[in-house]
């Protein structure tokens, strides 16, 4: 005995494939906002990455020159303007005195976070509209803050910079006290 169904509908209807699309339009569109928040963010990061290194290069050049750490030859305020035309330290038939190096060491740094001349624009490791301080603790001789700024471009009109900013301290010698660490 052969008994044939019957069924009310045959197929997928139009309004069951419409709502169908709807759905996975939906979750392809917010699958598109999370790729386009995460390129975002990776791009905001690699500034960061870049400020962090454009700061550790500083840290370095000062380290290899303590004596105009301990000078305070190194200060750079936002309103300093450092040349690009400094006379170089460098060369195996140079000689510079701790101050020239730290002049030196800040034109060159200058050029790499974007303010050689004291221009502000897109730096060498790709910063926009970057600038930088150094500033010297006045109550801790060896300690500096450097501060590396930048603008990105997709950030909102008005918004604040980011910013890069560390604390180094350079010690001679340390004196422990009951409250903390200073550098003499």
Known sequence: MNKKLKFSQQGVGMIEVLITLLVMTIGLLGIAGLMLYGIKTSHSNYFRTQAMMATQDLIGRMRANTQGVWDGNYELKKTTTVSDKTDTCSGEDK???PAQLAKWDLAQWSGLVGMANGQRGISTIGLPNASATVAKDDKDKGRYTITVTW??????????????????????????????????
Not at 161 to 184: G, L
């Open 95 to 97: 000689s510079c005195t």
């Open 151 to 184: 603008k990105d471009i997709q950030a909102k009109e008005g918004g604040e910079p980011d910013k890069y900013e560390t604390i180094v301290d350079f010690c001679r010698n340390t004196v422990k006290d009951d409250k903390h660490n200073s550098c003499i």
